[in-house]
């Protein structure tokens, strides 16, 4: 069964731009999360979608967004990008939403703002 | 809020030294306990999943272990494709995991 994938795999974009980042589950899978990683910070959670809806978000400004499509694709945006923004992201995908449920990553886009 | 704790933060083996990661954790109440590893550049790669107390689960060289307030991870005779960083999670009620910084681990040849 093939893994999460994620597109594109690396990115660079200027300061005030905007990006979208798209995730492909695990077939099967209907939830999927999106993490930020970045050295100082860690693994931090973004938001989480089941069923086209957004069920959960973290603390992150406005500026971050996401969507899920019937297909239980994912695609999350950043508007006026900053420097911090400079990260890898990364989608992760579930059966469901049971809190147990393992979360099974993708290899994530590196995003690096200039 | 939840917290995780990993130590120690790198750890440098020869090949065919055991050794033992910690991870640290207060949560409201425990969901489960995952543990992954993460290479350079990729995203984090699943191993276990622990649920209760006294739980324990192998897989190669590496077996995970679960009390009440932490987990290891035993590494025995690593070998150098074991280099790579730990990281524990475990999820708050509403599943967002809560991860810990890792532990960068080495193996020499």
């Known amino acids: 069964k093939a893994g999460v994938t994620q597109t594109p795999r690396y990115l660079i974009k200027t300061r005030g731009q905007q990006v979208t980042l798209s995730c492909s589950p695990i077939?099967?899978?209907?939830?999927v999360s999106w993490y930020q990683q970045t050295p100082g910070q860690g693994l931090q959670f973004l938001f989480e979608?089941?069923?086209?809806?957004?069920?959960n978000k973290g603390n992150f400004p406005g500026r971050f967004s996401g969507r899920q499509f019937s297909n239980s694709r994912s695609e999350m945006n950043v508007s006026t990008l900053e420097l911090g923004d400079s990260a890898l992201y990364l989608c992760?995908?579930?059966?469901?939403?049971?809190?147990?449920?393992?979360?099974?990553f993708g290899p994530g886009t590196r995003l690096l703002v200039l | 809020e939840d917290q995780v704790t990993q130590s120690p933060e790198a750890l440098r083996l020869q090949e065919g030294e055991s050794s033992s990661l910690n991870c640290s954790y207060t949560?409201?109440?425990?969901?489960?306990l995952f543990w992954y590893r993460q290479d350079p550049g990729k995203g984090p790669e699943f191993l276990f999943t622990?649920?209760?107390a006294g739980e324990e689960k192998e897989k190669e060289r590496l077996k995970a272990t679960l009390t009440k307030k932490e987990s290891f991870l035993h590494i025995t005779a690593p070998k150098p494709e074991d280099s790579a960083t730990y990281l524990c999670?475990?999820?708050?009620?509403?599943?967002?995991?809560?991860f810990g910084s890792g532990t960068q681990l080495t193996v020499l040849p």
């Open positions: 949560v409201s109440g425990l969901r489960g």
């Open positions: 999670a475990v999820p708050g009620s509403a599943r967002q995991l809560t």
């Open positions: 979608y089941f069923s086209e809806t957004q069920r």
């Open positions: 992760a995908s579930s059966l469901d939403v049971k809190p147990q449920e393992t979360q099974y």
């Open positions: 622990l649920y209760s």
């Open positions: 077939s099967g899978h209907r939830s």
